[in-house]
């Protein structure tokens, strides 16, 4: 069977997880967008033609791109994995009993790839039959959603970070975004690719309330030598950093993880949004993660299965330990404060790294990539 293991993010990338622009998207609107944490809808067209410009180019450097819905629809043909998923998202306390059974029937007898069509762009009461009968759904409009739309499924590291030999399959922040966690549950659990593999599940692959304790994959990178670097931004909290770090170092896949604050503004929203590891002493960064007074610690194994925690001076410095090296590199968002801003709005350093020195970025960032390609 392959090996799932990720070593760093300038190790050759050799697969990688996409998710097309589907259903979800069609079904995002203006009234619905800041609920769906949009800031506006999006050309379904037009975004799907990126995407596959982007896939496309990741395949002509030799990277195999796994599609979410290929995946999904894959899953839901091992039975146990399509009964867990219908009896994970279609709940009887939010739709009652017996709409909740006959909806449930009624998916399970639905084409896979329509399911899982469905998994991720949503299901309205207008699309059931006619012959599902309830008070419930006397009650809604025909356009009301029984299932909602995860049109944030696009973002897929978000919902799971692979971190050395193991991955963390994310408890998300928003409520808006919990579901995509279960999809990729049941894929990591019962597809052929990964089913019975040999890696570590760290974290949110158990059917608790993770309350505070949340995590998303945008703020975790992998920087090598056994370490680890977490944003806790909107979205990842120190509890969820603190189960993460605890679960790395009982199954010593990891031997610091540096915990960095970041701003709590919507332009920060994830690290990999503020920041790459483009090579091996290289970090593209906007540059408000790096000044003096950002608040960053290093957290080690204390030797009794607890975590030792040590406040750094700077970001730059627990970086530089941590890698084994004089000097880490910056290249910074922008020229002057405002053109810093305005690019950073644009997520200017989400950069996906190849390989070292080897990136692709949006066409939005050409300010960062350009510096890149001179540095």
Not at 98 to 103: G, H, L, N, R, W
Not at 171 to 190: D, F, G, H, S, V
Request: aromatic share 6%.
């Amino acid at each position: 069977m392959e090996k799932h293991f990720v070593g760093s993010e300038i190790g050759q990338l050799r697969s990688v997880m996409l998710h097309r622009p589907n259903l979800s998207l069609k079904r995002l609107t203006p009234s619905n967008c800041q609920e769906l944490l949009f800031d506006d809808v999006l050309s379904v067209e037009r975004a799907g033609e990126e995407h596959d410009i982007f896939a496309n180019t990741l395949r002509q450097q030799g990277i195999e791109v796994l599609l979410l819905t290929d995946l999904l629809t894959q899953t839901l043909d091992v039975a146990d994995a399509k009964a867990w998923l219908l009896d994970t998202q279609i709940s009887d306390y939010r739709l009652g009993p017996t709409f909740a059974a006959d909806i449930r029937a009624w998916l399970a007898d639905m084409p896979h790839r329509e399911l899982a069509r469905h998994l991720s762009g949503g299901l309205t009461y207008g699309e059931i039959p006619a012959s599902i009968k309830n008070m419930v759904v006397d009650t809604h409009d025909i356009n009301d959603f029984i299932m909602k739309p995860l049109p944030n499924h696009l973002f897929t590291r978000d919902t799971s970070c692979w971190i050395y030999n193991g991955v963390s399959i994310n408890p998300m922040a928003k409520p808006a975004r919990q579901r995509e966690t279960n999809n990729l549950r049941a894929i990591y659990r019962w597809h052929p690719q990964f089913a019975g593999g040999d890696f570590i599940k760290y974290f949110g692959d158990e059917d608790i309330n993770y309350d505070h304790a949340t995590l998303e994959g945008g703020d975790v990178l992998v920087i090598g030598r056994g370490a680890v670097l977490i944003g806790m931004s909107e979205r990842t909290t120190p509890q969820g950093v603190e189960f993460l770090a605890q679960a790395l170092f009982k199954h010593r896949q990891a031997e610091r993880v540096i915990a960095v604050e970041l701003p709590k503004h919507r332009s920060c929203m994830h690290l990999d949004t503020v920041m790459t590891h483009i090579d091996i002493d290289t970090f593209s960064v906007y540059p408000e993660v790096v000044r003096p007074d950002v608040q960053c610690w290093t957290l080690t194994p204390d030797g009794r299965g607890g975590l030792k925690r040590t406040q750094e001076s700077t970001l730059v410095h627990a970086l530089e330990k941590a890698l084994g090296i004089d000097q880490v590199r910056l290249i910074t968002t922008g020229g002057d404060a405002f053109e810093a801003e305005r690019e950073q709005w644009n997520d200017a350093n989400n950069v996906l790294s190849l390989r070292a020195g080897v990136g692709v970025g949006e066409e939005r960032a050409s300010g960062p990539c350009e510096k890149s390609a001179r540095a």
